[in-house]
């Protein structure tokens, strides 16, 4: 959909104000541009994540998507080589896989709601002692030292329980109790997790962005949680950023698909690139492609050092429409050194 740049300046405790950023032709050619300002329609401190109780009972219903299925299509080929692909020169050397495991997956959406959706719309960050993975509908906490799971997988509208309006009951049915396009960021500046994601109701005449900041770098504590309502314009997938002193936001069959990483250093030649690393081999492919398949996946770098990148992507271990999986893993060069050493 197309949409315009807007900007979140969060104020915590103090309120909270949304910017959308427009300018002239003339404008635009030079940089400069006007920002409106739209305060939050409410805001509020929730109690702890952990101990807020699940606002949704598992059902029984189908499985859901967002666009009519389409068969997948037989494979292509072609005889010609991508002029511009990058060909790998060697193995993925001097590369630590630190950790590689499974997060998310469909079942447990069904799980949780009931039945699932695709696609999971994967995203990550990682934080000062956890790593947080939200896709549709789910929010899990894992121990970012041993992968264990310290929280969830819960709806993600249970961060807004107690809340009210939009964000805590959406639509009001449970196909639309969360909107989906949800993003997980980590503050290193200030210690604290910025989660957010959309809701709409049915007729989408009705449309927010729900915004939850922690008040500490647990990522399981309480947060402060702020609603920014935008009526009828559907504000599609807005993209976050940190700042100092705010957040900002701008609005084959032959092949199953795997996750693998290549990498380059510094030294390397001009136009190479080293690998794959292989971080899971799937096993199947998503028979039914919906028009979408790995729409959004998620790499953070680890505060904790600046060297270790963490990734989060889907990837099927058997065929068919859904039961997609996660795959969150952690690695990093062995030449990159610390920060401070």
Known sequence: MGKGLASFSIALLLGACLAFLSASPAQAQVGQ?????????????????????SSVQAGSGAD???LVARPTGPARSN?????????LTAPLSGVSTILNFDGQSAQDNRNVLGFAFVPPDTNGAVGATQFVQIVNVTIAVYDKSSGA??????????LWTGFGGLCEFGGGTPTFADG???????????GRWLVTQLQYNTTFTQTAQCVAVSTNSDASCSYN???FDFGSNFPDYPKFGIWPDAYYSASSHDLDPSVFVVGRAPSDPAGTMAGPLVLVNGGGVQENSFRRWG???????????DCTFWYTQEYYKTSGSFNWSTRISAFKFDSCKA???
């Open 295 to 305: 729409d959004y996946s998620s790499m953070a770098i680890d505060p904790g050092d």
């Open 79 to 87: 005889s010609q080589s991508d002029p511009v692909a990058q060909q």
């Open 180 to 190: 989906g396009d949800p993003v997980v960021l980590y503050d290193h500046l200030a």
């Open 339 to 341: 920060h401070g050493k």
């Open 64 to 66: 859901q998507q967002q």
């Open 33 to 53: 541009a006007n920002p409106s300002v739209i305060r939050e329609l409410k805001h509020d401190v929730s109690p702890p994540l952990r101990n807020l109780p």
């Open 149 to 158: 799971l310290q929280f969830g997988p819960r709806a993600i509208h249970t």
């Open 225 to 227: 949680r702020y609603e």
